[in-house]
């Protein structure tokens, strides 16, 4: 049978080293660092009323500016205290966005240099503004997504695919806005 020694030294070292560990991640915790991934509780907003109008759409891709408008709506929705509302008058800020372009460069190639599968890339433009002031709250003009998907020996499967990377890219723009325009309006609530 074999036992283990451990001394009273060896025992502070470990217990010591366990609180200085622990120590130091309350220290991060407590310096101000957020994860940009993790909303501000949208239950700390007070009621929200915004008008966003149909997205234009300054590409080739028939309907985008539709799914746009509705992915966005549908994540906004999910935000208790905003309510989205039917004319400009009525809101206190106005949602405005514009496709601006989407692409379909190469990504994987074989060893004859032919494409194996494609990126889709949406860049968009996107504003948050006070309606009665004109103040920007938040604006990025090359909101930038990506989403890569196969080439098939079908075109329609390769079609397919496509149609797919679109409508996760216009998911992923509606919920880039959403999380965008939460977090600003929490930072007005701080200031």
Known sequence: MMTTNTSPKTSFSMLAGVLLLLL??????????????????????????IYAP?????????NLEVQAHGAVSDWLLQAGPIKLV??????????????????????SYDRSTTAQSLNAVMTAAVSLRQRESGRIIW????????????????VSQTDANQRQALNLLVD??????????????ANLERQ
Do not use: H
């Open 24 to 49: 130091g991640l309350t220290a991060l915790a407590a310096c101000g660092y957020q994860n940009p991934n993790v909303l501000p509780d949208t239950r700390d907003l007070p009621p929200t009323r």
């Open 54 to 62: 149909m997205w234009s759409n300054a590409t080739s891709e028939t």
């Open 86 to 107: 039917a004319a400009a008058k009525e809101a206190q800020y106005l949602l405005e966005g514009r496709i601006k372009a989407v692409r379909y460069p190469g990504f």
């Open 139 to 154: 604006q990025d003009n090359n909101l930038r997504l990506e989403e890569t998907y196969n080439l098939e020996a079908s």
């Open 172 to 185: 992923s723009l509606g919920e880039q806005v959403y999380l965008r325009v939460v977090r600003s309006l």
